[in-house]
């Protein structure tokens, strides 16, 4: 890649953003690679070091307006200019939806949604004045399709897919593309970092035993995802792609079940899904 690609990746501390800092940093980019806990940053640290990789680590919380502009700050002094927006933070809020108290929703949406147009907000003014720019926004096969007990993490997942598909048109003026990329399930610290709805944890739930089958088909099926570096590959090819698309699926199981519910009824589709997670 063009050595002069200033990238700004958020939620590096692990899985995907890591993985994606690397992969963008040996591919000669300028790479900030931002977290919100310093703490954190050992493991990037030590390959950085290693492999002398053009990376520098800063702290950026995607809830914290400060934080935010004062990352994009730092990184337009130090070196003038952002090609390559990837916002990856993201945590997820299991529970049964009547489970689930609108805070909790909240925080949910705060992250994954709020957090993404925080950042991107923040950026968009550099990407405009350069007229060029690429924007990555992490979004999940979730954002395409529902799952029980996964409501509150789905929909913050439309809520990306929806507002990516709606910018996209209006900053192709600038120069600026839109990148939506969807994968399945990817071994990382997600579901360790997952948070349970209060009210799931309680023995009186009318949904506790429904939860704990789920957790179990989770479990499982975690045990079967792919590695965060096999994301930070499609992530690298879908930013230098000839043929550039909105949408980048990451993985074949989510390529499957999006195939399946192409030609599935909804009733169908679920009972499939269901099926997958027993
Ligand atoms: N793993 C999957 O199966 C999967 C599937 C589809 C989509 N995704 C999406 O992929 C993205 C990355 O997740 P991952 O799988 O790599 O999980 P991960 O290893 O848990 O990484 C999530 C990252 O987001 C950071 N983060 C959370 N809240 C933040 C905040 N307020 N500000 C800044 N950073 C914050 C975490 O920081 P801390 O270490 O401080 O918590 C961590 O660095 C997420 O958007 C997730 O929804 C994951």
Do not use: W
């Not at 030590?46 to 950026?60: F, G, N, R, T, V």
């Amino acid at each position: 890649m063009d050595d002069k690609k200033v990238a700004l990746i958020t939620g590096c501390s692990s899985g995907i953003g890591l993985s994606t800092s690397v992969a963008l940093a040996r591919s000669g980019c300028t790479t900030y690679a931002t977290m919100r806990d310093l703490s954190k940053s050992k493991l990037l640290q030590s390959i950085l070091e290693k492999e002398k990789l053009p990376i520098s680590i800063i702290q950026l919380d995607v809830i914290e307006d400060k934080s935010v502009t004062r990352a994009i700050k730092d990184i337009i002094e130090k070196s003038g200019r952002i090609d390559i927006l990837v916002n990856n933070a993201g945590f997820g809020i299991t529970g049964a939806f009547e489970d689930l108290t609108v805070d909790e929703i909240k925080q949910q949406f705060e992250t994954n949604f709020f957090g993404l147009i925080r950042v991107t907000q923040g950026v968009l003014p550099y990407m405009r004045s350069q007229h060029s720019g690429v924007i990555v926004n992490i979004s999940s096969g979730l954002g395409r399709f529902g799952v029980a007990t996964n409501s509150a993490y789905a929909s913050s997942k439309f809520a990306v897919e929806g507002l990516t598909e709606s910018m996209s048109p209006e900053l192709k003026q600038f120069g600026i593309r839109t990148v939506l990329i969807e994968p399945g399930i990817i071994r990382t610290k997600f579901i360790q970092s997952s948070k349970l709805a209060r009210k799931s944890k309680d023995i009186t739930s009318p949904y506790r035993k429904y939860m704990e089958n789920m957790e179990k088909g989770m479990k499982k099926l975690i045990e079967c995802g792919q590695a965060p570096e096999y994301v930070a590959d499609i992530i690298l090819s879908a930013i230098q792609d000839n043929n550039p698309k909105l949408r980048y699926l990451a993985g074949q199981d989510v390529e499957q079940i999006l195939e399946a519910k192409e030609k599935l009824s909804d009733e169908d589709f679920h009972n499939m899904l269901k099926k997958m997670s027993s």
